[in-house]
């Protein structure tokens, strides 16, 4: 089985094309995360505008599909009525949540990091996910909040946290040794190997093509913790007019961590590029069980 544990959707209406698109793909499950306009429109401005009738839309829209999809909806931090909502999104089928304010680099960056990760406003929030076993995905840039990280970590003992994108972490040999130091002192946390968009996800591969073996090695140590991903946020647009493109990044996606040499799509050029070569348990630990671990709770027992 392989779950794609990371992707966003504007709305229900586009999920049968990409129901179509998983099939032809080999993918057998979605985990949709909720989001603002500025993500599904790439108008930063926006943040977190329609997030909330967005994630009711896409819980009622979708539950039809349940043994396909799963929901994370996300919360503004902000917002005085989180714990209320969050109660409803589990009562509307929620299985976790998607949280976006440790993406930025620094505070002024607004709509994301408006309060320490730490902050006393969430940590209700998250003393009622460890009370569940609830899984929370974050989106937190390590290298710039990573005390803010850290002191989380401790305040909210066994918080079942995926930080993905390797915690936007995977530049370099020493950045990646940081990431193998949270995983190994805070067994809860899990991250994703998704990385958006073509030219966000480049740098990634060129970082794998650099340095496969450190990558192969990592991925086998971890692999009941890293969950496979793409993040590439499926769109009316992009159903109306660019299947071939997701399509294709979801190839590509699949080609990094199955093959050891592979090209990229046409549309970036065609370049020769590494990937990890993983088979066997490893393989089947990223594609599905270390999802299946990471779901599971005590509103729900995944299969």
Known sequence: MIVNAHEHLESPEEFPAYLRIMEKTGIDRVLFVGSGNATIYQCKPHGFDGYHERNMVLLKGLK??????????????????????????????????????GLASNHSQGPWHTMALDGPKMAPIFEYCRALDLPVIFHVN?????????????????????????????????????????????????????????????????????????????????????????????????????????????????????????????????????????????LANIYSGAFLRFIRSKVYESR
């Not at 740098?203 to 793409?230: D, L």
């Open 142 to 282: 390590r290298v710039s909040f990573y005390e803010e990280m850290l002191r989380l970590l401790e305040a909210q003992p066994g918080l079942k946290v995926c930080f993905p994108h390797f915690m936007v972490s995977s530049k370099n040999r020493h950045r990646l040794r940081r990431v193998a130091a949270i995983l190994d002192r805070y067994p809860n946390v899990y991250t994703d190997c998704s990385g958006g968009r073509e030219d966000h996800f480049m740098p990634f591969c060129e970082s794998i093509t650099r340095r496969p073996h450190q990558f192969r090695v990592f991925f086998r140590k971890y692999s009941k913790r890293i969950m496979w991903g793409t993040d590439i946020v499926i769109t009316k647009a992009k159903m109306a007019t660019m299947i071939p493109y997701v399509e294709d990044m979801v190839r590509w996606y699949r080609n990094i961590v199955e093959e050891r040499n592979y090209t990229t799509p046409e549309f970036t050029g065609g370049k020769e590029m590494k990937g990890m070569g993983l088979s066997g348990t490893t």
């Open 64 to 101: 039809r599909y349940q043994d396909r999809v799963n929901i994370f909806p996300t919360l503004n931090p902000l917002d005085s009525d989180n714990f209320d909502r969050l109660k409803k999104y589990i009562d509307f089928g929620a299985r976790g949540i998607k949280l976006y304010y």
